[in-house]
């Protein structure tokens, strides 16, 4: 009995999922350039407050009247409108972008929360139990990686009716695709951890699988899920922005980065404002940038040869 205890403890001993990512100098960097924009979305009213603008309010004084390009260097930027205005209305650009990612931040969230949670109890239950639970899920989740999501989830947006909520779409829609990839992960490290030792000395003593589930697995599964969480959140951002893009996102005067990109693609053709897309532009790439650099930490992380190599 006091061998397993040891091997329990020496288990324990193992720096955690979170902690080994934490030394990856990449990732570090990459969850940085997640962190700031999806920070700037969160408070969203705070910096339009502190600028003293809206995302709504026209400002024609600031435009060319010939053509409604925006006055003044780099788009129209001053102290009063940090990344200058939207060409044509003259809406003040620095509010649009941050309520953009705010809108896209929503959606992106519950859409995660619902993934995740779905590919934990998933995946947990496949870890554990196995066999047939652990071959039928495996064989739904191969079924759902060759299924074309992206061609799915544009026809779905086009053609459900405009009287149902687009938020509550996306986030369905997100959500229904977005939970394969986790659970894949979460199964196989709930499939390493119930063949360790301290989990087959807590089946020895007879305790039910509920009660091994919630005391020896899910503490050891937490940081892992967190992780996920925190990549498929910033993921999700870049879909929604890439849908309103392809138009079949966000409608209606409802700040996004699609939108933005979108609209800003006659007047990078015409040189008339190409700062105009460089400041959303900029935005993306730093979400879509820093995701890519911290699901490359966070795989080294989980892959156990990889990590005794480093």
Same mark, same amino acid.
């Given at each position: ?8 403890? *020496? ?12 030394? /990856? ?12 924009p999806l920070v700037a979305g969160l408070c969203a009213p705070l910096l339009t ?48 972008? !941050? ?20 590919a934990a109890i998933l995946g947990t239950a496949m870890g554990y139990f196995g ?9 739904? #989740? ?11 989830? #544009? ?27 986790? *659970? ?5 490290? *709930? ?21 091994? #589930? ?19 959140? =910033?993921?999700? &951002? ?15 005067? !409802?700040?996004?980065?699609? /939108? ?5 693609? =006659?007047? #990078? ?24 650099? *911290? ?5 080294? &992380? ?7 190599a480093a």
């Amino acid at each position: 009995m006091s061998s397993l205890v040891d091997t329990k403890r *020496a288990e324990g001993r193992r720096p955690s999922v979170f902690r080994r990512f934490t030394r /990856k100098r990449s990732g570090v960097i990459g969850l940085i350039m997640l962190a700031v924009p999806l920070v700037a979305g969160l408070c969203a009213p705070l910096l339009t407050a502190l600028e003293g603008q809206d995302p709504y309010t026209f400002h024609t004084e600031l435009l060319d009247p010939n053509g409604g390009r925006p006055l003044g260097p780099l788009g129209g930027v001053s102290a009063e409108h940090w990344l200058g205005v939207v060409p044509v209305t003259g809406v003040d650009l620095f509010a649009q972008i !941050v309520f953009g990612i705010r809108s896209s931040l929503f959606i992106a969230f519950g859409a995660s929360i619902i993934a995740i949670v779905f590919a934990a109890i998933l995946g947990t239950a496949m870890g554990y139990f196995g066999g047939f639970l652990n071959a039928a899920a495996g064989r739904v #989740i191969d079924f759902m990686f060759g299924f074309p999501g992206l061609m799915f989830v #544009i026809a779905i947006m086009v053609i459900v009716p405009p009287e149902f909520p687009r938020e509550l779409l996306l986030v369905l829609v997100l959500a229904f695709f977005g939970w394969i990839v986790p *659970a894949r992960i979460i199964g196989a490290q *709930a499939g390493a951890i119930n063949a360790r030792a301290f989990v087959e000395a807590a089946r020895a003593t007879g305790a039910p699988p509920w009660q091994i #589930i919630r005391r020896e697995m899910l503490p050891h599964l937490f940081s892992l899920v967190v992780v996920l969480f925190a990549m498929a959140l =910033p993921a999700n &951002v870049s879909t929604v922005a890439g849908l309103s893009f392809l138009g079949v996102g966000l409608r209606g005067d !409802v700040p996004d980065l699609g /939108k933005l990109l979108a609209d800003s693609l =006659p007047w #990078i053709y015409s040189g008339a404002d190409v700062w105009y897309m460089f400041f959303p532009g900029a935005v993306v790439f730093c979400i879509v940038f820093g995701a890519t650099l *911290a699901g490359d930490a966070l795989r080294d &992380v989980l892959d156990v040869r990889t990590e005794d190599a480093a």
